[in-house]
Structures are given as structure tokens and as C-alpha cells.
């Protein structure tokens, strides 16, 4: 991952039972440009909770 040098979100599942969340926080921490967005869901975040994820990724792209 450490050669991934775009900006990366990495939206995360607080209760996503396939990878914890210690484990995509650690995926965000080998990113050098790497952020983590914790979400209320499981591992479809994306339909358990579409405001969240939306506005994770809004605040992401004004970054840029």
C-alpha cells in the first residue's frame, strides 16, 4: 500500500464483520496519503447508510 501515493478513502463499517475496523485503520496508516471514514454499518456501508458514506466522500473531494 505504501506505494499507492494518490489520496486514498478508505470508508469503513464501525461493525463491518469481514474487516474490522482496526484493520482498514491500519490499511489508512500504510497509505501516505491515506484516510480513514468510519460509517455507522456493516460491509455494505454504501446502502446501510448512503448519507454518511456521501458525506465522507464530499468532505474528501473538497480536499483535493
Do not use: N, W
Request: with cysteine; aromatic share 4%.
Amino acid at each position: 500500500l505504501a506505494g499507492i501515493k494518490q489520496p486514498t478513502l478508505i470508508i469503513a463499517g464501525t461493525l463491518d464483520g469481514m474487516y474490522s475496523l482496526k484493520t482498514q485503520s491500519q490499511a489508512a496508516q500504510l497509505l501516505p496519503q491515506g484516510l480513514l471514514e468510519p460509517v455507522p454499518g456493516k460491509h455494505i456501508s454504501a446502502i446501510e447508510c448512503p448519507g454518511k458514506v456521501a458525506e465522507g466522500l464530499r468532505a474528501f473531494l473538497r480536499r483535493l
